[in-house]
């Protein structure tokens, strides 16, 4: 293996397998975990230098509180063993795709159908907030394209090839040039230039910025139509310069019957639209800015609403009404719901042998789907076919819960698009986990209504979650629990015989928590965007819907505080609302005040907000005023400060006076809340701790972590009582019974396990395949 020396680090990597290969140099995984090296053919001394401006000043990361690399920024230069720079080392995106996966209709169907208008809304807006932060530091992105934009299942993107931007020294404000464009992606003033001899501006980049935005929402390029001029369409590259665009004044491209019209969009977005293709034509100052385009972005989201008809439709309430379901009736075209497969005829048979008849069921289901798309059955019949049996699915049905599928394997069904190749053992276990994935998805009845908990009856399908467990709540009472996951679905157990009782469909993103209030009569479930259902556990109507959206744009977190009563959630700007679920009245902790926080809970007594920030701080809050309290650790207290990590996970006692935290590197904190003194630490896990819950008793504390173990530890001496072991995949939940009799774990390897406190035992596994 080729050994190469980080010129910074001054440590040493190793290049391991050659994943890439182009014009302009390799890629290799090296044996620095999470770590890729470029190494180029030929590394000239001004891309030595460029590189070197880059590794000391990289733009700030606007998903750092996600644990989510937005850029694939130079990190370190790699030099042999002469000295000589090769190129330089930068961590590697995984589990992402590219952007043309996602705004390709067909392709998204086939890979991503989930991935909705709202999806595509906020993947638009976290790019614009990616050039966002690059322009903050006066970098040009110039070659802009999708390739070189990965997206994730959570609507994250990543933007790679950075070091093909132009970049300006900040103190001697020598310029490296972008020295490439993208047809589609080259603004009207550039057009016919060499590019390696021009210095370009943010201005530039507006338009390319637009040109994506577009792409997403529309599916297609903003300057494609139907041409209304003499002769041939010219090529893209000359309507650009011409300034045609299907909605453009005067322009010779007009809408075609399959353009998706812009009306559908909310008018900041059409504005946005229009001051870039129109006015910015001939005025290029007048395109919107990323800052522009982030206000815009967030606006027509929070204006998002779900078509009734089909879950998977969202539409602008500025426009009025499903776009979705009128295009669908006019052209027969759904590019939000998955099709069914077609039908495979059978080879012809030798002439005079009659065609069989089609069997019965086939004409019944094609009647369910005419059905379906038009009214739903009544609530009684519903409820009905739910406990007496489970009907045969409708092919519309199938579709649309197949495609939940997807997304919980959405990195291996994409991996030709990462790596080229795939085995061919990976595709039979891909096929397996779909087969497996559309019998779960089968036997699903979404919206069934769940009747009181004493009268539950077990579903005749036992099937868990199709994706990671991502939070569990046990009722007060201790009889159930329910889980959910980014599925989706959040699913009702029985904890004492371990039976699905019922499983509530009502979030179309993944499902992010789930609590109970109101002493187990209300369920408050979140998802990834920050809405949020309220539901009657009795009879399983969701009874009130709230958006955490108002400010700072998408939550990152989300507590509710034993009572019920106290709602809080973290945007991604560090801005904490505190809604009060009786009255419904929202205060406001403004993000200046507040550094980027990765974690948040709540006190028992609703009393006091505990956040984390990425600076390794703890901070409280006052709740009935807004006001901070104080943060810990002290700055003098170097035993505390000397072990701090950022904090990816917190748990307070139900006496509201101990507090533990779980840091990225694995150690684990206990702290006296009322002096901010640091108890004691705990050696924790090797990985990140990823869950933490404390007994309600205050004496047993349990631990998750990436590496798959669950730690119990007796807080009365801080000694480790058990390790349990069973999980194949990152623990990412816990939660212990309020009669302390167990303790239950949710895993990236989907399944939940049920464990006897005292004495580590495990009971009973939920939803194992």
Wanted: aromatic share 6%; net charge positive.
């Amino acid at each position: 293996m080729t050994v190469l020396l980080r010129m910074i680090a001054g440590q040493s990597v190793q290049l391991t397998d050659q994943i890439a290969n182009s014009g302009e140099g390799t890629v290799w995984q090296t044996s620095l975990k999470g770590y890729l090296a470029k190494l180029y053919h030929t590394a000239t001394p001004e891309r030595v230098k460029k590189l070197q401006v880059m590794v000391a000043h990289p733009p700030r990361d606007p998903m750092t509180e996600h644990g989510h690399i937005t850029f694939a920024w130079p990190h370190d230069l790699l030099q042999d063993s002469q000295g000589q720079c090769l190129g330089f080392l930068m961590p590697e995106v995984d589990s992402s795709v590219k952007l043309s996966t996602i705004y390709n209709a067909k392709l998204r169907s086939r890979k991503a159908p989930r991935f909705n208008w709202y999806y595509l809304h906020t993947a638009a807006l976290n790019i614009a907030l990616a050039m966002q932060s690059l322009h903050q530091e006066d970098y040009v992105v110039g070659d802009v394209k999708p390739q070189n934009i990965l997206v994730n299942n959570q609507a994250l993107v990543s933007v790679i090839d950075a070091d093909s931007f132009q970049v300006r020294d900040p103190h001697t404000r020598e310029l490296y040039r972008c020295l490439v464009g993208s047809e589609g992606f080259t603004p009207a003033e550039l057009l016919g230039q060499d590019l390696a001899t021009v210095d370009q501006t943010e201005i530039h980049d507006r338009f390319r910025l637009a040109v994506i935005i577009y792409l997403l929402l529309f599916g297609d390029q903003p300057f494609k139509g139907r041409w209304v001029g003499k002769g041939e369409s010219p090529q893209p590259s000359e309507l650009i310069k011409a300034g045609y665009w299907p909605f453009g004044k005067d322009s010779l491209i007009q809408p075609g019957p399959h353009t998706i019209a812009l009306s559908i969009v909310h008018p900041e977005l059409q504005d946005c639209f229009h001051r870039c293709f129109s006015k910015g034509h001939r005025q290029p100052q007048n395109r919107p800015t990323a800052a522009d385009w982030v206000r815009a972005l967030r606006l027509a989201r929070k204006d998002l609403m779900t078509c009734k008809i089909e879950t998977n439709h969202l539409y602008s309430l500025s426009y009025g009404r499903c776009y979705w379901c009128d295009r669908k009736s006019k052209l027969n075209i759904d590019i939000f719901s998955p099709k069914p497969k077609p039908k495979v005829r059978p080879a012809p048979k030798p002439r005079g042998t009659a065609s069989p008849r089609k069997p019965t069921s086939l004409r019944r289901s094609t009647s369910n789907k005419r059905h379906s798309s038009s009214s739903l059955p009544s609530p009684s019949t519903r409820h009905r076919s739910a406990l007496i049996r489970l009907p045969t699915p409708s092919k519309a049905v199938v579709g649309s819960f197949l495609c939940l599928s997807s997304l919980a394997g959405l990195a291996i069904l994409l991996l030709p698009d990462l790596r080229g190749s795939i085995p061919q053992s990976l595709e039979r276990s891909f096929d397996q986990q779909l087969t497996r994935s559309f019998e779960w998805l089968s036997t699903t009845l979404p919206g069934s209504k769940i009747p009181k908990p004493e009268s539950i009856r077990a579903s005749t399908s036992q099937r868990g979650h199709g994706d990671r467990v991502s939070t569990l709540a046990i009722s007060p009472d201790s009889r159930f629990l329910v889980s959910g996951s980014q599925d989706f679905m959040i699913k009702i157990w029985n904890l004492q015989t371990g039976k699905l009782l019922r499983t509530l469909s009502g979030h179309y993103e993944p499902v992010t928590s789930v609590q109970f209030a109101d002493r187990g009569k209300i369920l408050v479930s979140r998802s990834a965007s920050g809405k949020v259902l309220l539901w009657d556990f009795a009879t399983g109507e969701p009874r009130n819907r709230l958006n955490l959206q108002e400010a700072g744009g998408q939550t990152v977190g989300k507590t509710l505080d034993s009572s019920g009563t106290i709602l809080a959630s973290v945007a991604w700007d560090g801005t904490i609302l505190l809604r009060d679920l009786r009255t419904n009245e929202v205060r406001q902790i403004e993000p200046g005040s507040v550094s980027t926080s990765q974690a948040i809970t709540v006190t028992p007594d609703a009393q006091t907000l505990i956040s984390s920030t990425s600076d390794g701080q703890i901070k409280l809050w006052d709740i009935p005023t807004g006001q901070f309290r104080r943060s810990f650790p002290n700055v003098n207290d170097w035993d505390a400060i000397k072990t701090m990590q950022f904090t990816s996970a917190l748990a307070v006692g139900q006496n509201g006076r101990q507090l533990a935290s779980g840091g990225l590197g694995g150690a684990i904190h206990l702290w006296n809340m009322q002096t901010g003194q640091l108890i004691r630490a705990l050696p924790g896990h090797g990985q990140a701790i990823s869950a933490l819950a404390l007994s309600t008793n205050n004496a047993v504390l349990a631990s998750g972590s990436s590496d798959s173990l669950i730690k119990l530890w007796r807080l009365q001496d801080a000694q480790l009582v058990q390790t349990l072991k069973g999980h194949s995949g990152e623990i990412s939940a816990l939660s212990v019974s309020p009669d302390g009799a167990i303790v239950v774990s949710g895993s990236e390897d989907n399944t939940i396990r049920v464990w006897q406190l005292m004495t580590g035992q495990l009971l009973q596994t939920l939803g194992k395949p």
